[in-house]
């Protein structure tokens, strides 16, 4: 059974980067996309962005310039940095599995949430 | 501004059929997934490729399309369905993801 687990900074001060980690357990790490997700408070989902096992990235062009996402696939993990935060970047982050295949893509798996806060 | 937009609110009769609508323009080239979302908790996916359930999600939800319009139906509504629905597509000419504002479900 596929488990997302994530974890990273909660806290954080204007100007910081997040940094927020996410490990895959049971499942292949190539045959998927892996992505990022954020749900400000009392709003909806966003996409942050996705990555595939050999590193090819796509973001959310109202972050590109600030967020990068990577993967190591010797550990299963995958990270996100988002630098310069501010508070309009306090959300709950998730990391989620993406499948591809037959023309449809859809998020399969997500991981429990990391809640960033932003302050100074 | 979403690229897909969703009613905010819908409301249905506990038992009754509800439908609820995703529109936008990249839906005439590409199916929709829908999420639901409990208080607290991480979105599940429901329905994919417009018309299938992951294991473990009751068969009362189904998904159709037409022209820019993705739908969610859940048929015999039960309380524990109240929830927000979201939708997700890839966004209109790019590769990139778009989900729609979401729906909040109230099952009276």
């Known amino acids: 059974q596929v488990q997302l687990q994530q974890w990273g900074a909660g806290l954080l001060k204007p100007s910081e980067t997040l940094s927020l980690t996410c490990a895959v357990y049971g499942r292949s790490f190539s045959d998927y996309y892996w992505s990022w997700i954020r749900q400000s408070p009392g709003k909806g989902l966003e996409w942050i962005g996705e990555?595939?096992?050999?590193?090819?990235?796509n973001y959310n062009p109202s972050l590109k310039s600030r967020v990068t996402i990577s993967v190591d696939t010797s550990r299963n993990q995958l990270s996100l940095r988002l630098s310069s935060v501010t508070a309009a970047d306090a959300a709950l982050y998730y990391c989620?599995?993406?499948?591809?295949?037959?023309?449809?893509?859809?998020?399969?798996?997500w991981g429990q949430g990391t809640l960033v806060t932003v302050s100074s | 501004s979403s690229e897909l937009t969703q009613d905010p609110a819908v409301s249905v009769a506990l038992g009754q059929t509800v439908r609820i609508t995703c529109q936008g323009d990249s839906l005439r080239e590409y199916y929709a997934s829908w999420y639901q979302q409990k208080p607290g908790q991480a979105p599940v996916l429901v329905i994919y490729?417009?018309?299938k359930r992951p294991s473990g999600i009751p068969d009362r939800f189904s998904g159709s399309s037409s022209g820019n319009t993705a739908s969610l139906t859940i048929t015999g509504a039960q309380a524990e369905d109240e929830a927000d629905y979201y939708c997700n597509s890839r966004g209109s000419g790019t590769y990139h993801r778009v989900f729609g504002g979401g729906t909040t479900l109230t099952v009276l």
């Open positions: 490729d417009k018309n």
């Open positions: 990555i595939n096992h050999s590193g090819s990235a």
């Open positions: 989620a599995s993406l499948y591809c295949g037959d023309g449809s893509c859809y998020f399969d798996s």
